[in-house]
């Protein structure tokens, strides 16, 4: 299967979205976790505004396995993950996921 421009980016997507979370995620706190979801105005509407594309891109995903015929094994990993890691990893990683099935369909 070939590799493409998008599949790179894709990836490369997943491995900052894993890194520039979790240094986030590894640093000391000074309240919980999810206290600190809420902690201000500013916080508050980008946590909304982040649970609402998560429930978007969760759906999205869904159906996307379903048409695409794809794993639905991996897209449970991939819920998993999105909530143990970071939607930041998991939504890029699917991307790449899916674009090689597109591929893998096309020949």
């Given at each position: 299967?070939?590799?493409?421009?998008?599949?790179?980016?894709?990836?490369?997507?997943?491995?900052?979205?894993?890194?520039?979370?979790?240094?986030?995620?590894?640093?000391?706190?000074?309240?919980?976790?999810?206290?600190?979801?809420?902690?201000?105005?500013?916080?508050?509407?980008?946590?909304?505004?982040?649970?609402?594309?998560?429930?978007?891109?969760?759906?999205?995903?869904?159906?996307?396995?379903?048409?695409?015929?794809?794993?639905?094994?991996?897209?449970?990993?991939?819920?998993?993950l999105?909530?143990?890691?970071?939607?930041?990893?998991?939504?890029?990683?699917f991307?790449l996921?899916?674009?090689?099935?597109?591929?893998?369909?096309?020949?």
């Open positions: 299967m070939k590799v493409t421009g998008l599949q790179i980016l894709y990836g490369v997507l997943a491995i900052v979205g894993i890194c520039v979370t979790w240094y986030y995620n590894l640093q000391p706190m000074e309240m919980s976790y999810f206290a600190g979801l809420y902690a201000n105005p500013a916080a508050s509407s980008f946590t909304n505004d982040l649970i609402v594309v998560v429930t978007a891109f969760l759906i999205w995903s869904f159906v996307e396995t379903r048409r695409l015929k794809m794993s639905y094994v991996l897209w449970a990993v991939g819920f998993v999105t909530f143990v890691i970071a939607a930041a990893m998991t939504v890029p990683l991307m996921l899916r674009e090689r099935r597109l591929i893998a369909m096309a020949e």
